[in-house]
């Protein structure tokens, strides 16, 4: 695995304990929080989808 798509995957540990704290604690996030959530997550999912195989 390449270190760039290492270091976007490991960019979700944070993504997902701030949807645990959400899920699990009730805390809640603002707008701009969810946003960066979801922009954290698209890039994971778009950088994991377009590894090339070698």
């Not at 695995?1 to 809640?28: V, Y």
């Given at each position: 695995?390449?270190?760039?798509?290492?270091?976007?995957?490991?960019?979700?540990?944070?993504?997902?304990?701030?949807?645990?704290?959400?899920?699990?604690?009730?805390?809640?996030?603002?707008?701009?929080?969810?946003?960066?959530?979801?922009?954290?997550?698209s890039a994971s999912i778009g950088s994991t989808l377009t590894i090339k195989k070698q």
């Amino acid at each position: 695995m390449p270190s760039r798509t290492f270091s976007i995957l490991m960019s979700l540990e944070p993504a997902l304990a701030a949807l645990s704290g959400f899920l699990f604690l009730g805390e809640q996030l603002s707008l701009a929080q969810w946003a960066a959530l979801s922009a954290i997550i698209s890039a994971s999912i778009g950088s994991t989808l377009t590894i090339k195989k070698q």
